[in-house]
């Protein structure tokens, strides 16, 4: 069962342009993360997010978490082709044990051309 | 810090035979992820260990796969027998205790990847 639902699976964009990939689950997170994989390569981490309503910066990069903990965005400004990945978003629901149920997200391909 | 080590990179086998991958984490990571990533099916977490010991295989697809970390520095991941749906690009990740927030997990740092094929 998926539940983390991105969008759009895929986006094409050209060098300077904005763009924003989403993260929407049904289920409430305490926390979200979001990685970004290059081909041929493991997930690499960019962010966490804990509070609901959280913004975060990273350069270029906003993370924002839902104020239900439900969904999240990732909002990329002025693209340039290094910013080209796979982006996952990954949430935990908390159980008994201290780790919580992790999952990924299916992923957005994000491509910028010059 | 060499990151997390796996092997082989790729692996291609007959369907049947038996397929061991293999993984080495950070040195004082605590934790240890199997994933699996498929472009139809995205990537999925198998199994992971705590302290050696396996907390949740829920992920697990079916009696054919197992896990074993025997220590804190080596962990397997074996089919037994395979088949061509198993192939995939299987990562392995580690990570430090979690944070004392609850519910925020630290960083997954994640291997480069077996790429398997199973003809």
């Known amino acids: 069962t998926q539940l983390l639902e991105q969008s759009p699976q895929f986006l094409s964009i050209q060098e300077g342009e904005n763009l924003t990939v989403y993260c929407n689950s049904s289920?409430?997170?305490?926390?979200l993360q979001w990685y970004r994989q290059e081909p041929g390569e493991g997930p690499v981490l960019l962010v966490t997010v804990v509070t609901g309503g959280e913004v975060k910066k990273l350069k270029r990069l906003t993370f924002q978490f839902g104020d239900a903990r439900k969904d999240s965005s990732l909002h990329i400004t002025a693209a340039q082709p290094g910013d080209t990945g796979l982006y996952l978003c990954a949430g935990v629901i908390m159980t008994t044990d201290s780790w919580g149920k992790f999952q990924f997200g299916a992923g957005t391909q994000v491509v910028v051309t010059p | 810090d060499a990151g997390v080590i796996q092997s082989p990179r790729h692996e291609v086998t007959e369907m049947g035979q038996e397929v061991t991958l293999r993984c080495k984490p950070i040195?004082?990571?605590?934790?240890l992820f199997w994933y699996r990533q498929t472009m139809m099916r995205g990537l999925e977490l198998l199994i992971y260990f705590n302290n050696n010991v396996p907390i949740d295989d829920s992920g697990m697809p079916e009696d054919r796969f197992s896990a074993k970390m025997p220590n804190a520095s080596f962990s397997t991941l074996k089919i037994q027998p395979s088949e061509p749906r198993d192939s995939a690009v299987y990562f392995c990740?580690?990570?430090?205790?979690?944070?004392?927030?609850?519910?925020?997990?630290?960083?997954?740092?994640f291997g480069p990847g077996t790429r398997l094929t199973v003809l």
């Open positions: 289920s409430v997170f305490s926390s």
């Open positions: 040195s004082g990571h605590d934790y």
């Open positions: 990740a580690s990570s430090p205790p979690p944070p004392t927030i609850a519910g925020s997990p630290d960083t997954q740092y």
